[in-house]
């Protein structure tokens, strides 16, 4: 097993640079959460105002006033699904900027973000199996949620009777690299597993719920996986995999 030393050069611009992408990925999840939440009532009045066109639109009744407020409805209807198109388009991050990396190389380079987010902790144990094999990954993209998983260690750690701990720890097999993050915090409960990754969704007075969600929308987009695991000793570990890069010829 192997420590990462933090590398404090150029720190401020990755901050920077992992705050937009933060602001991207919360923004276009956003998107994503309205139009989920707005397609289908939208649709179903559409619908219902189609179907009583229909039955008004005949010899008797014909009622041409009502006919034409239905009429507008579904034109109305119909034209907030296009603007929820339109807000989705006009957020969307584009296809990722991927470069061949290795984990531990992202990880180094955000580490003095890191440090300074569980600062309050009294410090983050950083953890490697070697050798880790290259990945071919949007790189911020990636150091956005290394960033968002920490954050939530801290968030959840700060709950612990005991002294909290943070850790990050890589891993590797033949057909991927697994990061995780392991916090010293109560869990998750069993009622809020199925929603944790959903946008909009947190347990958090001052959370917007999109931590979680960005995260998870980035590592799919990376043909990745994410998810949590309860830790008999207390505590979660929240983890991504992500494939390897085909062998160079």
């Not at 030393?5 to 998107?31: F, P, T, V």
């Not at 380079?109 to 953890?127: K, N, R, T, Y």
């Not at 109560?186 to 946008?199: E, S, T, W």
């Amino acid at each position: 097993m192997g420590e990462i030393k933090a590398n404090s050069g150029g720190s401020d611009l990755i901050l920077k640079q992992l705050m937009e992408i933060a602001r991207a990925s919360a923004l276009a999840e956003m998107a994503s959460g309205v139009a989920h939440e707005l397609n289908q009532p939208l649709g179903a009045i559409a619908t219902f105002s189609q179907a009583g066109q229909r039955m008004l639109d005949r010899p008797e009744p014909m009622v041409g006033r009502a006919l034409d407020v239905f009429r507008q409805i579904n034109l109305e209807a119909l034209a907030a699904g296009e603007g929820i198109q339109r807000i989705r388009r006009l957020f969307g991050q584009g296809l990722p900027q991927r470069t061949r990396c290795r984990l531990p190389e992202l990880i180094s380079e955000v580490q003095p973000v890191l440090d300074a987010m569980v600062l309050s902790m009294g410090g983050l144990s950083v953890d490697v199996s070697h050798p880790i094999p290259d990945l071919v990954v949007d790189r911020l993209r990636i150091q956005h949620v290394l960033c968002a998983l920490t954050q939530n260690a801290v968030e959840a750690s700060a709950q612990a009777n005991n002294p909290p701990t943070i850790r990050i720890d890589v891993s590797s097999d033949r057909y991927s690299v697994e990061t995780g993050v392991t916090d010293s915090g109560p869990g998750v409960p069993a009622d809020l597993q199925d929603q944790l990754f959903r946008p909009f969704f947190t347990t958090k007075p001052q959370g917007t719920g999109l931590g979680l969600a960005s995260s998870r929308a980035i590592i799919e987009s990376h043909d990745g996986a994410i998810g949590f695991v309860n830790l008999p000793a207390g505590g979660s570990r929240f983890w991504f995999r992500l494939p390897v890069a085909e062998t160079r010829g």
